[in-house]
């Protein structure tokens, strides 16, 4: 027997057959019932076409993927990491180097977008790079992927506990409470993730309202009512060259290279794809109003606050610890002092919980191919339809990154870890699509963000920007490591990444993982709408 058409379900009835019987009532909650469902079984038809059953619950409206992609790239997280070091090495002009930063990572986000409009699975890049380019070169891909997610965990616990300890005490705390405070962050942000994805969404959303206040509201006020320093300070390095030798490039390099981490995550609303209502449309477009979003209040935010400080000179020289809390408590009064930490620490907490959202996603894609050891526990879905083994995993792997801050203020070098690693993947998947995108195996006007001829230049020059970052980021500077580091930490970016580049490949070669994969959809099928 048939199954009755969707309506009243002991009945049988549509819901033009209630119209017909009750004239005076339009059928518009019956219309929209349909429409989701229709939609739910068209997002689990075209998962399907990829290989995968619907395990996870789609229940993200496109509001909810905008707060995830928000709270990972996070404003106040991104510009207060690196407002300090940019002072340092490039004075008030280090705000064009987040200026460079933010167009040239603008042109990967379009990229991201394209890809994400046609493969709306979890796992972004993995998914993407193992069907255009191989599945080796995916497993490498998503290997390193998941080492530099880990690391921005850890480095967002770390900067998070800072400000943990400015809430109940004065001071810097020492290296081992510092370390004990990121644990206590890494275990909040688990813990709410543990939860199920509805807190989540909750968290996140209050994440965005203290980032409005932290950033927005905090930094228009500056603009307007404290304004030490006029526009063209913004072209003075007030010295700054001297901590690189001497050289305003060099500074301004260095200070591009710390920039680059206040543009990374906009990937990881690709993560969630698969808990994503209307992926195809909803992802790309969240991705894009997010880092939009998200770069213009950094600007915002570098702007206010170097034309805030009354005494710009103390940041360049290291005087000034943190230039960003100094500018906002002079400007608005001592009162303002633990309610904008406590602001700025929701943010912190937001950032995190939403950056382990989206690794244990990353993990879980990867375990579900068969293909990291574990594979079968760390692909568990709970009851709560999340991937909790996955997300455990992975909160412990950033705890053991901490331990690095037990030599001191770990900082600049967790910093260049976490952007290290992205930017190599930023490189390959832009360098991918581009070869795919000319030999024909991929076509980027199928899927829903269709930009034609405008593509392949945007496409062109995302790999030109990312080829000169990557290097920039990776190049050895004494500066960045720890006070008298060896040669070893000032080469500790270049070869732990190396170190994780052959210990991925010396597993592709004697594990081979590849081989345990299913047998892909052909290209052309998947990416059509």
Known sequence: MPPPPLGDAATGTSGTARAARHPGRKPQAQHCQETTVDDTRTDARELAEFGYQQELRRTLSAWAVFAIGFATISPVV???????????????????????????????????????????????????VRRLAGPRLGWLVGWIYL????????????????????????????AAVHVLLGVVFLAVALGVNLLGVNPVKHFLNAGI??????????????LVFVHH??????????????????????????????????????????????????????VPRALLRAYLFVALTVLLTGLAVTLALSRPEDAVSGALADPVFTAVTQ????????????????????????IQTYIGRAVYAFARDRQLPFSTTLATVGPRQIPYVSLIATAVLAGLGLLLG?????????????????????????VVALVARRTGRWNPDRGAVRLGRTGLVVNVLAVLWLLFEAVNIAWPRAELAPAGGSWIQVWAVVLVFSALFLLGLAYVLLAKPHTRLAPSPNTEKVTTP
């Open 229 to 282: 320093n006029g526009f063209g300070i913004l072209f003075d390095t007030l010295g700054a060259q001297a901590a690189s030798g001497g050289s305003v490039t060099a500074g301004v390099l260095t200070c591009l290279a710390v920039a680059g981490w206040a543009f990374l995550g906009f990937d990881a609303t690709t993560q969630v794809a698969e808990e994503t209502e209307q992926p195809r449309r909803s």
């Open 209 to 222: 309202i203290a980032e409005g206040v932290a950033s927005i509201a905090v930094s228009l006020i500056l």
């Open 78 to 128: 991104g510009i207060y990491a690196v407002v300090q070091l940019g002072f340092v090495f490039a004075g008030p002009a280090w705000i064009w180097a987040v200026v460079a930063a933010f167009l040239g990572q603008l042109l990967v986000a379009v990229v991201y977008a394209e890809l994400s409009s046609q493969f709306p699975v979890t796992g972004g890049v993995y998914q993407w």
């Open 331 to 354: 400007g608005l009064g001592g009162w303002s002092e633990k309610p904008f930490v406590l602001v700025v620490l929701i943010a912190f907490f937001a950032c995190a919980i939403s």
């Open 406 to 430: 037990l030599n001191g203020n770990a900082a600049a070098t967790l910093i260049a870890f976490g952007s290290g690693g992205f930017y190599f993947i930023f490189l390959t998947v832009a």
């Open 147 to 174: 080492a530099s997610a880990v690391a921005s965990l850890t480095t967002v616990a770390y900067l998070g506990a800072s400000w943990l300890y400015m809430l109940f005490a004065d001071g810097a705390p020492s």
